[in-house]
């Protein structure tokens, strides 16, 4: 019994991004602050504008105005069960990896489908 034996060979990787090109992803942690420090300088904001309307300097309110703005556009309302900064990129990861495995059988027996243990390729 003379069979010729191919040995499995990786398939090769194909660069990703525009014109071939690969892309070097590096991800890098956000920077955040508690966000009743955000509603606090808002508040000291606000606050700030009374004295300023009597002011002399019509134009000085603009200031104080103007953070409260910035600081309160920023504030950012995290739902039970989700995720920003920090985790995200570990989150989504896992949620595709479980998507994978919960669709896909481990073998095919049949050597016709895609499956875990099988196929390199996702369809």
Known sequence: MSESVQHHRPPEATPVGHAGTRVQIHERPAWAISG????????????????????????????????????????????????KYVDFVQVQAESALRHVATTRPYDDATGGGTSLRGSTVYS
């Open 36 to 83: 009743w420090a955000g509603v606090l300088i808002a508040a000291v904001c606000i606050a700030a504008c009374f004295p300023l309307a009597t002011s002399s300097v019509p134009g000085l309110i603009a200031v104080p105005i103007g953070v409260a703005v910035i600081v309160s556009s920023s504030l950012v309302i995290v739902q039970p069960g989700h995720t």
